[in-house]
């Protein structure tokens, strides 16, 4: 079945940098557009950036374009999110899923990981 396992959040000071990764199976990854996304506390889940299949395009919430970078390596069905200039604005649970556009909130698979908390705070 479909599974997302996401890692690499923790603890930030403002200005940090982290590392996001999401593992996939149960679907042929290098053929969907993966996307993340994140949930602050109180706050519905919203969209932060996509990427094409073979990396050609990428999108970004307004929000974290010029800070944030999407990446995927299709060999190892894997989604990276490069978050540099962390804000506490930015404290959220992280999720990765597929989607059928490369940028808004609509998400190709109902099945969700259980994200990865990132903190920012000094």
């Known amino acids: 079945q479909v599974r997302f396992v996401e890692s690499g959040g923790g603890l930030v000071q403002p200005g940090g940098s982290l590392r996001l990764s999401c593992v996939v199976s149960g679907f042929t990854f290098g053929s969907r557009i993966m996307k993340w996304y994140r949930q602050i506390a109180g706050k519905e889940r919203e969209f932060i950036a996509g990427?094409?299949?073979?990396?050609?395009?990428?999108a970004y919430a307004d929000s974290v374009q010029g800070r944030f970078t999407v990446s995927r390596d299709n060999s190892r069905s894997t989604l990276y999110l490069q978050m540099n200039d962390l804000k506490p604005d930015d404290t959220a649970v992280y999720y990765c899923?597929?989607?059928?556009?490369?940028?808004?909130?609509?998400?190709?698979?109902?099945?969700w990981g259980q994200g990865t908390q990132v903190t920012v705070s000094s």
């Open positions: 990427i094409s299949t073979v990396s050609s395009n990428t």
């Open positions: 899923n597929a989607g059928n556009s490369l940028a808004g909130d609509g998400a190709m698979f109902l099945t």
